[in-house]
């Protein structure tokens, strides 16, 4: 629901909206030079506005124009407030969950594009792996991706180091040819 506008036709509401609608530019005005923004502005204005609907429309008020400007005063201090609460939270929550360098964030996660790149690379490596000949592809997984000794890799194929060697040369020279851009 909007703030009605001077030209918004509004009831009998009292003194109080009376100076609202006549003041309204003002009060406008009054809350985009302390917030800088005309959108906030709005914002807070809608704000006052609504309030005005949880007064007692039956009490004197001797100076409107001048409690609708604390009102407004209220409401801004109230907003600044919120912003305050709100950047003391997020930036709490910051601290536990995020490491700090040189004041700026640092991740332990690698980025969202970085990830889905990377789990794209070990996809293909892991087809070239499997279509490498039997005794390579075995010799390659035993030494380079199990963390065997070419000494234990040798003796878990019975075939001589020499022979894990050139198996794991082989796999190399080969996955690297196919994963080459």
Same mark, same amino acid.
């Not at 807070?44 to 609504?50: F, G, R, S």
């Not at 409401?75 to 912003?83: E, I, Y």
């Given at each position: 629901m909007a703030a009605p506008r001077s030209t918004d036709r509004v009831g009998d509401e009292g003194p109080l909206y009376s100076a609202f609608l006549e003041k309204r530019?003002?009060?406008l005005l009054f809350l985009a030079a302390r917030t800088r923004c005309m959108? @906030?502005?709005e914002d807070?204005?809608?704000?006052?506005?609504?309030k005005l609907h949880g007064l007692d429309d039956e009490a004197a008020v001797r100076a409107p124009a001048g409690l609708l400007f604390r009102m407004a005063a209220n409401?801004?201090?109230?907003?600044?407030?919120?912003?305050d609460r709100?950047?003391?939270r997020d930036a709490s929550w910051r601290q536990e969950t995020r490491s700090m360098l040189a004041g700026e964030?640092? @991740?332990d996660e690698p980025a969202a594009d970085e990830a889905l790149i990377a789990r794209e690379r070990i996809r293909l490596l892991a087809e070239a792996v499997a279509e490498l000949p039997p005794q390579m592809g075995r010799a390659f997984r035993l030494h380079k991706l199990e963390g065997l000794t070419q000494a234990q890799t040798a003796q878990a194929m019975g075939v001589s180091v020499k022979m894990v060697e050139q198996h794991i040369q082989a796999a190399v020279r080969n996955l690297t040819r196919r994963l080459r851009p």
């Open positions: 530019e003002a009060l959108a @906030t502005a807070l204005l809608q704000e006052l506005y609504l409401v801004l201090v109230d907003h600044v407030r919120s912003g709100s950047a003391r964030d640092v @991740t």
